[in-house]
């Protein structure tokens, strides 16, 4: 009997799938793993495969078309095998056999996807003594066993999970909270009283995220020669870019503000241990941010091979769900463009993000001379249920500084 | 083989016939083997019996002071006689209504004393009682003597609370030795009926077990009510003679000679453990006399469980009747909610009534806990100045931190049906702020829980 295709859920959010092209003809011979097809989703253009061995014996749908996930696309069988009528096969309920495939399953992406942990964390059943201990301690209680009825946390099982959870009262950690990578990638704080009442009111004033933004005027020229050795220096082997520069010059200074890197989840702040920096790439017909995975720990060429490797397939659709989902915070550069300073929208559930302008000469004053500078105006939209203004203050004074003195970020 | 089942219960008290009616619930078979009435001594010789004459003491209180309330009834006479009667006749409707949850719930009843034999099995005379899924211990406990110092219970001078309840004519004088729950609880009945009671308790005060201020408050009523009350003090020896006993005391450095018609043993009480067939069984018991139990209450021997006062203290009957529930849930597999030990009430039911749950103050300092003490007496009270009941108090003491009601103190009327409140704050870990939120009817006693934990919060209203 023959396998059906079903067009499969390629992203998390993926509803229907435009069939693009079909790589494998009617006919051909295919092996389990094989692209029958280039489909585009909602978010990139993905790869749909083989599920089964046999010959791709009947495609359903046209190039060009879009089809709901689940739906019949083609059918792999023995040569000459006949499928279900030559008339378009019924979508719904396909009859799984030993061979077909599963019921489409998402490609798991590397974060754990925001929507899930939202709403468990707000269906926690707890006592109020226990509530309020987690208040207290910074408990996530969406983590925990509840040992009570019905799976109710209750004090007992607090006990214990009290020491790993951070306290809640440090908003900015010091500089030597360097934020260790043994342990978890992020610990979830519950909101504060005060958080929650702030996030409320900052809510109610300005949208569904209430942002605010702060700019500062760095002066580039130290990091420009830099850059200018360091290319010199690698000759063919690369080249760093300001970009380049821009987002290890973040993620280093995030690993030292980390209530800068930070989710927003409702009913508490996911503070994040790594550092993954999404990177606005505009695309044809829109925009995405593809993810520099622990950027804080790459190096600058590191750094910029990678950047540009995903800014490409970005252009080209060619990103997968997990390589632009996950970031902890995001960087917006309009440089290119001649900008010389603008407000990005925060990319939610993350907390922040900077936008970068061009760098331009432009006279200053130093030591009572009016000098030529390379200046860049840097603006950080922060979300002020998790970032006050102090706090995005502190972050982009440590950014300016790295950037102004870019051993500082050997520090 | 007609004479197995799912569940062979030894002991038909508070904790063995609530796990057969709640092992039958559950779709088991179930036989209990009692060698005596059904509902142990809580039914025929503890709780319920007490509490009738409780009441018949309360009455024959509360007539001496009628006159304020505006009724005047000349001379009152009393009979403990009477009163004992009465107190029988309760016990008997509570045994009957047991034989009867037996029936109804289709558990046979062995008459008997059984003992344990391997392989889940318990013989009644010359009968076998075979169990598929386990035996469950539930033998109690009894009250015990102190022969080292003369005071071997002889039933005529030296007596048991199973004496008191059934006399027919009460001494002129009685020594109590032990001013626990039921020390009290008798030395109250019995000054009601007249009787010239001397109370002894060998620890610093009397219900050594609750909060100091429970006991102050319930020993200045004892003595104005012409109860001597002597805490502290040690029965170095005591002469048991034909009609009366001596008893040398020994308090504060000084010692003096007491004489008295009778003495009431109350000074705690020995499980039932012996011949039971435990050793056979290869059922161990702790260094306090108790069964030792694992956290599902299985004993050292597979397969069978003790439940109630042979599984340890406290010996209350509500924490055997719980027991007896959790012990039938784990035999239906299922994962009953843990007991929480720290959660059991406490009542003693004398005039004024004490109630408790939890720590007692003095236990708050010793553990070092930050916490508050509210308070609220009852002479605030609307609806205690109403009935005349005003002394005494409602005690929360809260955590500072996070207003975990800590322990709850209540004396006063009706504190052993008040103290509820708290019961269910605790198992659900309501704090402070819970109890608050609840809006208590006015006028009521229970008010005064609510002043309480305003008082413990800087709030309260109505001092």
Redesign the interface.
């Known amino acids: 009997m023959a396998t059906k295709v079903h067009m499969e859920a390629l992203s998390p959010t993926m509803e229907e799938g435009r069939l693009v092209k079909w790589t494998k003809r009617e006919g051909e011979a295919v092996k389990t793993g094989d692209t029958l097809a280039e489909v585009e989703t909602d978010k990139a253009v993905m790869e749909l495969v083989a599920r089964a061995d046999g010959q791709l014996i009947k495609v359903m749908v046209a190039e060009g078309t879009t089809v709901p996930v689940g739906n019949v696309v083609a059918y792999i069988g023995a040569p000459g095998e006949k499928v279900d009528g030559d008339a378009a096969p019924a979508p719904a309920a396909p009859k799984p056999s030993a061979v077909s495939p599963q019921p489409p399953v998402a490609p798991t992406p590397a974060s754990p996807a925001p929507v899930a942990a939202l709403a468990d964390a707000t269906r926690v059943k707890a006592s109020p003594l226990a509530k309020r201990i987690a208040k207290d301690t910074g408990v996530d209680l969406a983590r925990l066993q509840g040992s009570g009825p019905g799976g109710r946390v209750v004090k007992r099982d607090l006990e214990g999970a009290q020491a790993a959870a951070p306290a809640p009262a440090q908003g900015v950690p010091r500089t030597a909270d360097r934020t260790p990578r043994t342990g978890a990638p992020y610990d979830d704080v519950p909101l504060t009283q005060i958080r929650k009442t702030i996030a409320k009111r900052l809510a109610a004033s300005l949208g569904p995220i209430p942002h605010f933004f702060l700019t500062t005027e760095v002066d580039m020229e130290r990091a420009a020669e830099a850059r200018d050795a360091l290319n010199k220096q690698l000759g063919d082997q690369g080249k760093v870019s300001f970009n380049d520069i821009v987002i290890k010059a973040v993620a280093t200074a995030l690993t030292k503000h980390r209530a800068c890197n930070a989710w927003f989840q409702e009913d508490h702040i996911r503070y994040w241990n790594e550092v993954h920096i999404g990177m606005a790439v505009a695309v044809e017909d829109g925009l995405i941010t593809p993810v520099i995975r622990d950027a804080d720990r790459k190096s600058l060429t590191e750094i910029g091979t990678e950047a540009r490797e995903l800014a490409q397939r970005a252009r080209n659709r060619r990103l997968k769900p997990e390589e632009y989902t996950g970031a902890s915070f995001s960087v917006s550069n309009l440089g290119m463009f001649d900008i010389d300073q603008f407000t990005a929208v925060i990319n939610p559930p993350e907390a922040g993000i900077v936008a970068v302008g061009s760098i331009v000469a432009k006279p200053v004053a130093e030591g009572g001379q009016v000098v030529v500078r390379r200046r860049l105006r840097l603006t950080m939209s922060c979300d002020h249920r998790v970032i006050d203004g102090a706090t995005g203050a502190q972050f982009l004074k440590t950014l300016k500084q790295m950037l102004e003195n870019p051993l500082a970020m050997l520090l | 083989m007609a004479n197995t089942f799912d569940v062979v219960i030894l002991g038909g008290g508070p904790a063995g016939y609530v796990a057969a009616i709640r092992a039958a619930q559950l779709g088991m078979t179930v036989a209990v083997v009692e060698r005596e009435k059904l509902g142990g001594v809580c039914v025929n010789i503890g709780c319920i019996p007490t509490k009738a004459l409780l009441h018949s003491a309360y009455i024959a209180n509360l007539l001496k002071e009628s006159k304020d309330f505006g009724i005047e009834v000349g001379s009152v006479k009393t009979d403990y006689g009477v009163a004992m009667k009465r107190s029988r006749r309760v016990s008997e409707q509570n045994s009957k209504g047991v034989e009867f949850l037996m029936k109804k719930h289709k558990v046979t009843v062995v008459k008997g004393s059984g003992v344990l034999q391997p392989g889940k099995k318990v013989k009644v005379g010359g009968d076998v009682y075979e169990a598929k899924k386990a035996v469950v211990i539930a033998t109690g406990s009894r009250v015990k003597g102190i022969p080292q110092i003369g005071l071997e219970i002889n039933k005529t001078t030296v007596i048991s609370s199973d004496e008191a309840l059934l006399m027919e004519k009460i001494p002129a004088s009685l020594g109590i030795v032990g001013a626990g729950a039921v020390g009290m609880e008798f030395a109250d009945i019995f000054n009601a009926f007249g009787v010239k009671v001397t109370l002894i308790e060998a620890l610093p005060r009397i219900l050594p077990l609750e909060d100091a201020e429970a006991s102050d408050a319930v020993g200045k009523s004892y003595r104005k009510r012409g109860i001597e009350v002597i805490a502290g003090a040690k029965v170095t020896k005591a002469t048991p003679a034909k009609d009366k006993v001596t008893l040398d005391v020994e308090a504060g450095g000084e010692k003096k000679s007491i004489a008295v018609d009778a003495v009431l043993m109350a000074a705690g009480r020995a499980v039932n453990t012996e011949n039971i067939g435990l050793a056979e069984c290869g059922i161990q018991v702790t260094d306090r006399g108790f069964i030792k139990v694992d956290k599902n209450l299985q004993t050292s021997a597979a397969g069978y469980y003790a439940i109630g006062d042979v599984a340890g203290p406290p010996m209350l009957a509500h924490k055997g009747s719980r027991e007896g529930m959790f012990v039938a849930e784990v035999l239906a597999g299922q994962k009953p ?2 007991i929480k030990y720290d959660n059991v009430p406490s009542v003693t039911y004398c005039h004024p009534e004490v109630a408790s749950i939890g720590l007692s103050e003095d236990q708050c300092k010793e553990r070092k806990l930050d916490y508050v003490a509210g308070k609220f007496p009852f002479s605030a009270n609307g609806r205690a100045r109403g009935t005349g009941e005003t002394e005494g108090f409602v005690k929360i003491l809260r955590d500072k ?4 009601i800590l322990g709850a103190h209540i004396v006063g009327g009706h504190a052993s049906e008040i103290i509820h409140e708290l019961a269910v704050a605790r198992e ?4 402070v ?2 109890i608050e939120l609840a809006i208590h009817a006015h006028p009521t006693m229970s008010e005064a829980v609510a002043e309480a934990a305003l008082d413990s919060l800087g709030r309260v209203i109505h001092i």
Do not use: L, P
């Open positions: 909610h843990a931190k996070y207003g975990e659900n870990e309501y704090t702020e819970e």
